[in-house]
Structure formats: structure tokens, C-alpha cells
């Protein structure tokens, strides 16, 4: 990653329009340069209640606008028909991004967590979404698992949120863009 390249990271908007919109509004503002997406795009799941304003048309031409721009890993609720109406690939099962003398392992977290963990050096983060919940933990051999939490459909009476990284600084955030946790690799 690029000093001072800044990335909003998101996860499990669910087809929701409405925290898509709130999610486009905080990038933004946020100026960031790039959207990292963790999956779990278009479909709420059969574990999932609807999430509000459920319109995943409405999210496709959102994000399709800014395909350039996004990066993103499949989740447990993307399939290769999502693929065929976003322009932008959803199907990698991970990627790997430098943050620092650390890389940062990124996933959805339904195949790799803390309990099946991909193959991480000392010191590595693991960065998935898939529990809806907020997390910023260290684990393994010095390792730390971090998670934005959910942008349409929170869980554990947590914030519908996103997460940013610049300059090594994760900072977790509402989705109006206020912060309440930020953590310095």
C-alpha cells in the first residue's frame, strides 16, 4: 500500500440501498482512494432478517459506478451470478495487502477466522467481516484479528460501521462517520 493511500473498509451490506447510500456517503467523506469490500455484497442470507430498504439492484448500480476503485473478497453469501451484474471481481477468497513492516491477510471469514486461520507470519493481521461484529484482537503468534462489522445488519447491539486504514492507523467508525476505537500497527 502506498504512504498515505487511504482505504474504507466495509463488510456485509447485505443488498441493503440504504446503508449503501450512508457506506458511499462515508467514502466520501472520508476521501478515501480505494473501497475495500469483505464480502456479502447482494443477498441478507437465509440466517439474516431483510435488511432495511433490501434492493439489491439498487446496489449493483451504486457500486458499479465505482468499480474502478473497489476491492473486494467473496463472502459466504456471494455466488458467480453476483459476478455476472457487478463489474467489479468478487469471487478471490482472499487478498494480501502490505500495511507496514506487517501484511494484513484479508477475507470474508467464513472459510479462514481465528479458529482455521490461513497460513500467517508472527505479527501478521488478519482482517475479515462475517460475524457483524466489531473486533480488534490479538491472537496466534503476536497476530491481530480485526473486523469492521457490518454496514446493513449489526449484531451484539454494535454500530452499522466501516473501518479505514491510513498510514498503519485503523480507525473504526460509524457509519455517520464517527470514531470509536483506533488502533496503530
Known amino acids: 500500500m502506498r504512504l498515505g493511500m487511504k482505504f474504507l473498509i466495509a463488510s456485509d451490506i447485505h443488498g441493503s440501498a440504504y446503508y449503501c447510500e450512508q457506506l458511499l456517503q462515508a467514502f466520501e467523506r472520508e476521501q478515501a482512494a480505494r473501497l475495500l469490500l469483505l464480502g456479502d455484497i447482494l443477498y441478507h442470507g437465509p440466517r439474516n432478517d431483510l435488511p ?19 476491492l473486494c473478497v467473496r463472502g459466504n453469501c456471494d455466488t458467480e451470478v453476483d459476478q455476472m451484474v457487478l463489474a467489479f471481481p468478487i469471487l478471490a477468497d482472499y ?3 502490505p500495511a507496514g513492516e506487517r501484511l494484513v491477510y484479508v477475507t470474508h471469514g467464513h472459510q479462514f477466522n481465528t479458529k482455521t486461520p490461513p497460513p500467517l507470519c508472527q505479527g501478521d493481521v488478519l482482517l475479515h467481516g462475517h460475524t457483524h461484529i466489531p473486533a480488534w484482537e490479538p491472537f ?3 497476530n491481530l484479528y480485526l473486523n469492521p462489522g457490518s454496514v446493513s445488519i449489526p449484531k451484539n447491539d454494535t454500530a452499522h460501521g466501516y473501518m479505514t486504514l491510513e498510514n ?3 480507525t473504526w467508525k460509524t457509519l455517520s462517520g464517527e470514531p470509536y476505537h483506533t488502533l496503530a500497527l
Open 140 to 142: 496466534g503468534r503476536e
Open 52 to 70: 432495511r430498504d433490501y434492493a439489491p439492484k439498487k446496489v449493483i448500480a451504486m457500486l458499479n459506478g465505482m468499480a474502478d476503485i473497489i
Open 95 to 97: 487478498a494480501v495487502l
Open 168 to 170: 498503519g492507523v485503523f
